[in-house]
């Protein structure tokens, strides 16, 4: 195990070349599991799985948007010329 082998080599019980020493260290990853985080729920629906089913079924349905507003207008008002917007 690349671990005891360090652990002898820093307490001087073996002399370990660069190239062994090297080798050691880059094998330890893959001997000893790292420690990383893991998240848990409870089953009452609020661990990630569900959620993420929930999430999936609602981007499925459609995006619900309001209904654009109607602007009320006086369809002659547009055949004459509007004396605010002329420059002359």
């Known amino acids: 195990?690349?671990?005891s082998l360090l652990q002898m080599a820093y307490r001087g019980k073996v002399k370990l070349t660069p190239q062994q020493a090297r080798c050691a260290i880059e094998a330890l990853p893959y001997e000893?599991?790292?420690l990383s985080a893991v998240a848990h729920g409870h089953f009452d629906g609020t661990d990630f799985a569900s959620r993420?089913?929930?999430?999936i079924e609602?981007?499925?349905?459609?995006?619900?948007l309001n209904t654009p507003a109607v602007i009320e207008r006086d369809?002659?008002?547009l055949k004459?010329?509007?004396a605010r917007y002329r420059r002359f």
Do not use: H, I, Q, T
């Open 1 to 3: 195990m690349a671990l």
């Open 32 to 34: 000893n599991p790292k």
């Open 58 to 64: 609602r981007s499925k349905s459609p995006l619900a």
């Open 75 to 77: 369809p002659s008002e």
């Open 80 to 82: 004459k010329p509007n």
């Open 52 to 55: 993420l089913e929930r999430a």
